[in-house]
T-cell receptor, first 109, second 115 residues
Framework: KNEVEQSPQNLTAQEGEFITINCSYS?????LHWLQQHPGGGIVSLFM???GKKKHGRLIATINIQEKHSSLHITASHPRDSAVYIC???????????FGTGTSLTVIP | GAGVSQSPSNKVTEKGKDVELRCDPI?????LYWYRQSLGQGLEFLIY????????KSGLPSDRFSAERTGGSVSTLTIQRTQQEDSAVYLC?????????????FGPGTRLTVT
């Protein structure tokens, strides 16, 4: 059983569509991270959150601690949003850091 | 300012050889993390350092793996007697602190191929 589950695994959207990627986890956490990995491998941290909601440009991340669930939303999607989006949770006090398998997003013009 | 840098960017080694991978964190970042991304297997946490504290090594995949961080800055990940299953991209990240308040900045990774 994976500690972090993401869905969907693959997602294709038309430019302009509203996109949601979901993440569920089963362990106690200090924080949940959303990462973006473009082809070529570079990883960028998009959000780190331990409660509530964060917004950055067209990206919104929410977390429900009681339900152990987080969502990443992309509004007005654009082909440059095409990437793999990875959910990760950390409990560094317990030396634990778990990753989801990623969601591969392709936005078609 | 400069981001996290890693060297080498690519390393091809023969099975059984030792390799050293280097990470230079962002200046002033006290926390440093090592991860591994194997083909088709996603990211895996290996170890993290917070300041000069001794790290918890329990996340390392085997006793062939070791890591050190000198002077609270540069870190080296050493793999002894490499095996083919060690082939992966090894990623380093750093942050101002460790824990829920601090964003991690990732390096470009070292692609290790064990032949």
């Amino acid at each position: 059983k994976n500690e972090v589950e993401q869905s969907p695994q693959n997602l294709t959207a038309q430019e302009g569509e509203f996109i949601t990627i979901n993440c569920s986890y089963s362990v106690g956490i200090s924080a949940l991270h959303w990462l973006q990995q473009h082809p070529g491998g570079g990883i960028v941290s998009l959000f780190m959150l331990s409660s509530g909601k964060k917004k950055h440009g067209r990206l919104i991340a929410t977390i429900n601690i009681q339900e152990k669930h987080s969502s990443l939303h992309i509004t007005a999607s654009h082909p440059r949003d095409s990437a793999v989006y990875i959910c990760a949770v950390d409990n560094l006090g317990g030396n634990q850091f778990y990753f989801g398998t990623g969601t591969s997003l392709t936005v078609i013009p | 300012g400069a981001g996290v840098s890693q060297s080498p960017s690519n390393k091809v080694t023969e099975k059984g050889k030792d390799v050293e991978l280097r990470c230079d964190p962002i200046s002033g970042h006290t926390a440093l993390y090592w991860y591994r991304q194997s083909l088709g297997q996603g990211l895996e946490f290996l170890i993290y350092f917070q300041g000069n504290s001794a790290p918890d090594k329990s996340g390392l995949p085997s006793d062939r793996f070791s890591a050190e961080r000198t002077g609270g800055s540069v870190s080296t990940l050493t793999i002894q007697r490499t095996q083919q299953e060690d082939s992966a991209v090894y990623l380093c990240a750093s942050s101002l602190g460790a824990g829920a308040a601090w964003e991690q900045y990732f390096g470009p990774g070292t692609r290790l191929t064990v032949t």
